[in-house]
Structure formats: C-alpha cells, structure tokens
C-alpha cells in the first residue's frame, strides 16, 4: 500500500505561487484517485482539489477555482498542487490523499490514505 509524503509548503506573501507535492512511495499510485485537503487552525479539514487515476477528470472546491491546479506524474508517483494569485484564507496545513476507485471524492471520508501535511502561510 502507498505511502504518501507531503513538501513545498511555505511562507509567502499575498498574491504570490507556491508548488507543493506529494510523493507515494511503496507502490505506484496508478489506480488511485488523489486529493489535496486543508486545515486552519481552529476549523475542520476542507476539501480543495482532487484527481483521478483513469481520465486525468479534477474536481476543485469553489474557493480555488480558477488559482489552484492539480496535476499528477505517475512516472514520478508525485501529485501536484500549483497555488496561484494566494490569499491569506489559503493559510494552513495542506495533505495529500488516495482511495483505489475510478471517481474524483470530494469527502474527507473516502479517502483512506494519508500524508502527515505541509504548512502554509500566506501573509498579507
């Protein structure tokens, strides 16, 4: 079963770009659909992107449309979040998540495998 591990977060200023990643290790993450979830402090987990194994299909969350892209290299087994024009509500704990399945979840509840997270801080 895959392992996933989180990095690229950081601190940056409103309105900049900031790459993060998550690499499965074990196994190829092929046949997994792969999602991005944050947490800020004080508030539940939040969905934010998510995409799948079979059709490249993606899934945002009304916040990020239109900022975030999500991207996969399975040659890499590394899914990718590219965070434009940030604001400082994008604040917080970023992890990657798989669940085997040919849809896109959107609920922190189908996802079975997790990554510890990375933080970031986006200053205004």
């Known amino acids: 079963q895959v392992q996933l591990v989180e990095s690229g977060g950081g601190l940056v200023q409103a309105g900049g770009s900031l790459r993060l990643s998550c690499v499965a290790s074990g196994r190829s993450f092929s046949s997994y659909a792969m999602g991005w979830f944050r947490q800020a402090p004080g508030k539940e987990r939040e969905f934010v992107a998510a995409?799948?194994?079979?059709?490249?299909?993606?899934s945002s969350a009304a916040p990020v449309k239109g900022r975030f892209t999500i991207s996969r290299d399975n040659a890499k087994n590394t899914m990718y979040l590219q965070m434009n024009s940030l604001k400082p509500e994008d604040t917080g704990v970023y992890s990657c998540?798989?669940?085997?399945?040919?849809?896109?979840?959107?609920?922190?509840?189908?996802?079975?495998?997790w990554g510890q997270g990375t933080q970031v801080t986006v200053s205004s």
């Open positions: 998540a798989a669940v085997r399945t040919v849809r896109v979840p959107t609920r922190e509840s189908a996802y079975d495998l």
């Open positions: 995409i799948s194994w079979s059709d490249g299909s993606t």
